[in-house]
């Protein structure tokens, strides 16, 4: 071992201490470490954890003076599995280990959150290969030995030390599949597209003859918010793709004539196939030389795999090559080479919006036709609706390149806000002119044949009686509001946020404000940073708390008390055997005081949840009238899942039942498929009679969509285009309007903190701006903030040769500041501004910028006669 790698080990030993568990790899460290060095490593881990164990580990590492043991520890790491630590120390270069930091903070933050809302077994399987084989096993052993909230809280310590730099979003799809709803707080990458991954749990479905299902939605779905199921292909279809039916033909017709053309038709109609059809006759209408290439658009993952997994099958056995990118690929492929050397390319809309930004893809003139799955979401600041910015700009703009032809796939165009059929009308016109379509395609002259395929049940509402008297919520609803009352006190501008009046107990809406109080929490800082994790853990535990209370009273309104109160007695069983603080002892405190008054109410029999006997009622009916009957049962959360099947199996009237569970928010066609079986039924039991008349409601805007419709389809296509062509026109105008705002320049001084220590770098009045896109500090102030080290790519791009590293010099930070540079004569640093955190000068402050154009300060042109002097 050289003494330069001896140095940089010991330089860099912050980022070994943070990721190693050094008893992970004392097995292949055997040659050259004494038994007593081992046993006292073991020893320091048991006592006081991996971080010390790993301090105590480098100093018996540094003092070694045999051959060869540096390779030795690097083989260790490799064969142990620490692939990216081995990776940043034979480089010398911990950029890939040192962006995982602000993972590492926000996952320290919402560990509260994180350890009641995950149950680690089942996204081990997704996230193992991230951790240390090792460290799944603990994480079990903990699971299986101590209860789930102690092997989450273990998850998240060995998550914290993960040194794969793929973690934070294998987290995030590992979270999506299993429809967590955590996944929301944990926030991989701002402005992309959130990558969806759902599954559903089937086991046991064909010897179940009701399942229950339950989806994390905001009350229920309607037209007006445009919710619809993604389309499907059915396999009997691709099997007999020279058999289309003639409903599928006349969908497709419009857009096998060159029409950009939105197809409406219901979900299970094989709107996939329709799309292959058109994909077909558009690739083979091209002469020879010349070629088409098509470009398909979905948003979520499952969809977006079903898809390319159906064309794939179908059109690569005509010679035709299929790909596909979307988030979790984007980072590893070329997207030009990908759309170059390919026929059909699958992507999540979010990628091309990238490349289009960053000039990878020059224009959407290399497609010859663009189809959007689930297109009724082209509004607003949607990625499709920023892909078509970019079409319609280039078509207002006077281009010359020729534009492709579009293609939108939805099962309902949806009416927005419309009160009436004319602005309905004017909402599915604005959806066209965003799509720039100008034919709506309905089936019309194949009704009977669709309705054959697609049965639309009957739907009958039963408005039932709620308890008269609920003890239950009473006592549920007061430990709500102490446990509000706590939270209130922790800190006075995050205390703000749990003054809002009239929030409900025991409902959804309740479930989205503790979402937006975490959210609040995740971005709240303050000058001292360990008063400021204080507050957060506080914060997290207590809406922690809540949210079990308010499943309860989900609970106990739909289904019996009994299964509200073993739900919460689980959790605080759970809540003991974990890390069980202060705020944990005295909320489980306050619960246990209540838990006799709270056995006797559930007891009841007087207090039978009336739901539960209609019902039941329905059930017996049904199934006396048809014993082949399949059911299933929506419902709002996944507690109320579990209390419902209790329910059924535990009912003598119900025994002929063998309830299964389906989770997800999106369904696929084998449970889809039930619903729409000819003679099958739809109930929705409800004791709000508001719910009655909002899906009554949505039944009505269904009726004026297709009237809508209907009338669209009556006028003249020159005249539609020219209305298209009109909102097109206005719209580009107010875009271009709002673009041309200037950001007002902010003169005052302001303070460049490190954003890992928060030592002073610099003030703006020193930032100098290099060719309108680098930033360098002039003065000698700022010579003595950092340290360089040789860069281990050193290259030159531009006017500039990139020579080293900057790090902080604050020995126990060395975050990285960016790099040192030869400009011309000149030898500068060139710093970036996601390094940093901004604070004002005056009122101290604090902002995160993730950009420099995101900082609008006033910015001084780099000038060499300054330099000189």
């Not at 140095?7 to 070994?16: E, P, T």
């Not at 940043?88 to 933050?109: C, G, P, T, V």
């Amino acid at each position: 071992m050289t003494t330069e790698q001896r140095r940089n080990l010991y330089a860099f030993r912050d980022y070994v201490r943070k990721t190693l568990d050094p008893t992970h790899i004392l097995g292949y460290m055997a040659p050259w470490f004494r038994d007593d060095e081992v046993q006292c490593i073991q020893a320091e881990k048991n006592n006081k954890g991996p971080m010390e164990a790993a301090t105590l580990f480098l100093k018996f590492l540094l003092e070694l003076q045999e051959e060869g043991w540096f390779q030795g520890f690097l083989d260790a790491l490799s064969h142990a599995g620490y692939s990216g630590l081995y990776e940043a120390i034979e480089n010398w270069d911990f950029q890939k280990i040192e962006k995982l930091e602000d993972y590492r903070s926000l996952l320290k933050r919402l560990q509260p959150e994180f350890k009641t809302r995950i149950n680690p077994t089942e996204i081990l399987p997704e996230i193992s290969v991230c951790l240390i084989n090792q460290e799944c096993e603990e994480i079990r052993q903990v699971s299986f030995n101590k209860g789930m909230m102690a092997g989450a809280e273990k998850m998240v310590e060995c998550l914290l030390r993960s040194d794969k730099e793929n973690w934070p979003k294998t987290l995030k799809l590992a979270l999506e599949k299993e429809d967590n709803r955590f996944s929301e707080l944990w926030i991989v990458e701002k402005g992309a597209e959130d990558a969806e991954i759902k599954d559903l749990e089937d086991d046991n479905m064909e010897t179940s003859n009701i399942q229950i299902f339950y989806r994390e939605d905001l009350e229920y779905q309607n037209l007006s918010q445009n919710s619809c199921l993604p389309s499907e292909v059915s396999l009997t279809d691709l099997n007999s793709r020279f058999k289309p039916r003639n409903y599928q033909l006349e969908l497709a017709l419009p857009a096998k004539k060159g029409k950009n053309t939105i197809i409406c038709a219901p979900t299970g109609c094989g709107k996939t196939f329709v799309s292959i059809l058109i994909c077909e006759h558009h690739l083979e209408k091209f002469s020879q030389g010349q070629k088409g290439k098509v470009v398909f658009f979905a948003n979520q993952i499952p969809v977006y795999e079903q898809q390319k997994s159906v064309f794939s099958k179908y059109f690569e056995r005509l010679g035709y090559k299929v790909t596909g990118i979307s988030g979790a690929t984007a980072e590893n492929v070329l997207v030009e080479q990908i759309i170059e050397n390919n026929d059909i390319i699958f992507l999540t809309p979010q990628i091309l919006v990238n490349n289009l930004k960053n000039g990878t893809v020059p224009s959407l003139s290399v497609f010859t036709l663009m189809i959007f799955d689930e297109c009724h979401n082209t509004s607003k600041q949607h990625p499709y609706n920023m892909i078509m910015f970019n079409y319609l700009d280039q078509k207002l703009g006077g281009s010359i390149d020729p534009l492709p032809q579009i293609i939108g796939m939805t099962a309902s165009v949806g009416v927005g806000d419309a009160k009436n059929t004319d602005e309905a009308v004017d909402h599915i016109c604005k959806l066209c002119a965003s799509l720039d379509v100008s034919v709506i395609a309905t089936v019309r002259e194949n009704l009977e044949e669709l309705e054959q395929i697609v049965y639309k049940p009957p739907k009958f509402f039963r408005k039932v009686e709620s308890r008269t008297t609920d003890q239950f919520k009473f006592i549920i609803s007061q430990l709500m509001r102490e446990t509000e009352s706590l939270a209130n006190s922790v800190h006075g501008d995050l205390g703000k946020l749990f003054q809002i009046q009239n929030r409900e107990f025991g409902t959804q809406k309740y479930e989205q404000w503790i979402v937006t109080v975490q959210k609040a929490c995740m971005v709240f800082q303050m000058p001292d940073k360990d008063e400021e994790s204080r507050i957060c853990k506080a914060l997290f535990l207590y809406t922690s708390h809540l949210r079990k209370y308010n499943d309860a009273l989900i609970i106990s309104e739909h289904a019996r008390m009994k299964d509200a109160l073993d739900y919460l007695k689980d959790f605080f069983s759970n809540v003991r055997a974990a890390g069980f603080d202060e705020i944990e002892q005295h909320l489980t405190w306050r619960f246990e005081e209540k838990l006799q008054e709270l056995e006797s109410v559930s007891m009841d029999p007087s207090k039978e949840n009336p739901k539960l006997e209609d019902l039941c009622f329905i059930l017996q009916e049904e199934y006396h009238l048809n014993p082949e009957t399949r059911t299933i049962l929506f419902v709002k959360t996944r507690a109320l899942v579990d209390a419902l099947k209790k329910w059924i199996e535990g009912n003598s009237k119900l025994g002929f039942l063998k309830p299964g569970i389906l989770t997800g928010r999106c369904r696929t066609n084998q449970d889809i498929g039930r619903g729409r079986a000819r003679g099958s039924k739809c109930f929705l039991l409800t004791s709000n009679a508001d719910v009655i008349e909002k899906e009554k409601m949505n039944i009505y805007k269904e009726q004026m969509m297709n009237e809508s419709i209907l009338s669209l389809q009556t006028w003249d296509e020159a005249v539609f285009k020219e209305k298209i062509l009109h909102i097109q026109i206005r719209e580009k105008f107010i875009r271009d309007s709002q673009g041309k705002e200037k950001p007002v320049l902010d003169k005052e001084n302001k303070k460049l903190l490190c954003r890992k220590c928060k030592a002073l770098a610099c003030y703006t009045a020193d930032i100098r701006v290099i060719e309108e896109s680098h930033y360098t500090v002039v003065g000698d102030a700022f010579k003595k903030c950092f340290v360089s080290k040789p860069h281990p790519k050193p290259k030159k791009f531009g006017s500039f040769e990139k020579r080293a590293k900057i790090f902080c010099a604050r020995q126990d930070c060395s975050h990285d500041w960016g790099i040192h540079v030869k400009y011309r004569t000149f030898e500068i640093p060139v710093i970036k501004i996601e390094s940093f955190v901004v604070e004002d000068v005056a009122t101290g402050a604090q902002r995160l910028y993730p950009k420099w154009k995101d900082f609008h300060f006033e910015k001084i042109p780099f000038d060499a006669a300054e330099m000189s002097k």
